[in-house]
T-cell receptor, first 109, second 112 residues
Framework: ELKVEQNPLFLSMQEGKNYTIYCNYS?????LYWYRQDPGKSLESLFV?????AVKQEGRLMASLDTKARLSTLHITAAVHDLSATYFC?????????FGEGTQLTVNP | EPEVTQTPSHQVTQMGQEVILRCVPI?????FYWYRQILGQKVEFLVS????????KSEIFDDQFSVERPDGSNFTLKIRSTKLEDSAMYFC??????????FGDGTRLSIL
């Protein structure tokens, strides 16, 4: 059974700081996704990572994938309050996505 | 931008009653999904659907659950006899081949 673990689960950071969220998964997969969820809202697709060494960047967020280590990271650069949300990684296995527990990010002024 | 739409946004039902959650996937998508998220917990896969049949289902998706695509646009999730523990946010998603899943805004199901 595929297990997906994120850490930290809660992250409080100051504006302007950098931080990394980690996503470990237990079995081989060819696709990893990062989603953002605002309170009471749906899941917004941020990144799709398809191959070892893949790196994608959008604004202050950068995601990477190491399939050998079964590890993905979501790096936040110079955080701003608008980034406050819960971030999920999700690993594809067959036709399903298995989600991590989510990282609740709070960016404080 | 095309969206996955779900109705109703909030459904309150008595325990033991049947409930149908409705979804309209993005029109050119071929793969459809239901997930649920119990309050404060992670998103859990329920079922995937392709070519008018279930392609995969989780252990959560027992005989109380069923899915249907009754016409060319709707995709429904039915829970036959609801239990308290069915209270959750239910998300529908759809995608094209080799593309990310797009999620709807969800239906909040409250079982009393």
């Amino acid at each position: 059974e595929l297990k997906v673990e994120q850490n930290p689960l809660f992250l409080s950071m100051q504006e302007g700081k950098n931080y990394t969220i980690y996503c470990n998964y237990s079995t081989t997969s060819d696709r990893l996704y990062w989603y953002r969820q605002d309170p009471g809202k749906s899941l917004e697709s941020l990144f799709v990572l398809l191959s070892n060494g893949a790196v994608k960047q959008e604004g202050r967020l950068m995601a990477s994938l190491d399939t050998k280590a079964r590890l993905s990271t979501l790096h936040i650069t110079a955080a701003v309050h608008d980034l406050s949300a819960t971030y999920f990684c999700a690993v594809a296995s067959g036709s399903r996505l298995t989600f991590g527990e989510g990282t609740q990010l709070t960016v404080n002024p | 931008e095309p969206e996955v739409t779900q109705t109703p946004s909030h459904q309150v039902t008595q325990m033991g009653q049947e409930v149908i959650l409705r979804c309209v996937p993005i029109s050119n998508h071929l793969y459809f999904y239901w997930y649920r998220q119990i309050l404060g917990q992670k998103v859990e896969f329920l079922v995937s659907f392709y070519n008018n049949e279930i392609s995969e289902k989780s252990e959560i998706f027992d005989d109380q659950f069923s899915v249907e695509r009754p016409d060319g646009s709707n995709f429904t999730l039915k829970i036959r006899s609801t239990k308290l523990e069915d209270s959750a946010m239910y998300f529908c998603a759809s995608r094209q081949a080799n593309q990310p899943q797009h999620f709807g805004d969800g239906t909040r199901l409250s079982i009393l």
